[in-house]
């Protein structure tokens, strides 16, 4: 039940709060793609901390932040690219979902592990 929260955070993110400027903007100039990033991650650490513990929810939200954008800055090139090829446009938009969902779920199944690592790290 976690994770389906953690899915309806990302559509809110990454569909419902992204403007149009936002979607078109971020695959050309960083700034659109950074007001993406930090509007999605306001959007995930609302959600998140009301899943998970404090240091848990810290963890998951800075991570998939980095990873979201990370995913973006590719995906957003090539959505720009194609975007008046509408096969290959939604082909790439599906990939860049299954990237962002894939890296959600791996992400909350090992969580735990990878803040102790962290933590270890430091």
Do not use: E
């Not at 993406?36 to 939200?61: E, M, N, R």
């Not at 938009?93 to 090992?110: E, R």
């Amino acid at each position: 039940m976690i994770f389906s929260w953690i899915l309806l955070a990302h559509w809110m993110g990454d569909f419902a709060f992204q403007t149009s400027k936002m979607a078109m903007g971020k695959g050309k100039k960083i700034k659109w793609l950074f007001i993406h990033v930090i509007v999605y991650t306001i959007i995930l650490t609302i959600f998140s901390l009301f899943l998970f513990p404090i240091k848990t929810a810290i963890g998951y939200i800075l991570i998939n932040c980095i990873l979201h954008g990370f995913t973006d800055f590719f995906t957003s090139k090539l959505t720009i690219q194609y975007r008046d090829t509408p096969r290959i446009f939604f082909t790439i938009l599906g990939l860049d979902q299954l990237i962002h969902s894939v890296t959600l779920y791996i992400t909350y199944l090992h969580i735990d592990s990878l803040i102790q690592y962290w933590m270890d790290s430091f």
